[in-house]
């Protein structure tokens, strides 16, 4: 499976951003898509995922302002990102894992934002 994430840029702090994750092969196949996140000089941590069946999770420190979301007609997810902080500055990459195991990443978009 093949990942096109898109979206990041420059944002000031309080702004929005909205990453997208486009796969070569149909969401059906892939029981869990994900968002996670680097940021200079620290480990790679998840942001947020979403299960086939729907149900999502997100990491403590984005909960109430990140919103993952999958449209299956396009073969896509998404990551809403809103009140954004400058500690939310980092590569994102889109994850999927398939039903079979296998993990697949996605090339990384930067997200920059400005206090």
């Known amino acids: 499976v093949q990942l096109q994430a898109s979206g990041g840029g420059l944002v000031q702090a309080g702004g929005s951003l909205r990453l997208s994750c486009a796969a070569s092969?149909?969401?059906?196949?892939?029981?869990?898509m994900g968002w996670y996140r680097q940021a200079p000089g620290k480990q790679r941590e998840l942001v947020a995922t979403?299960?086939?069946?729907?149900?999502?999770t997100y990491a403590d420190s984005v909960r109430g302002r990140f919103t993952i979301s999958k449209d299956s007609s396009k073969n896509s997810w998404y990551l809403q990102m809103n009140s954004l902080k400058p500690e939310d500055t980092a590569v994102y990459y889109c994850?999927?894992?398939?039903?079979?195991?296998?993990?697949?990443w996605g090339q990384g978009t930067l997200v920059t934002v400005s206090s």
């Open positions: 994850n999927a894992a398939l039903i079979s195991g296998i993990l697949h």
């Open positions: 092969r149909i969401i059906g196949s892939i029981n869990r």
């Open positions: 979403v299960i086939r069946s729907g149900p999502t």
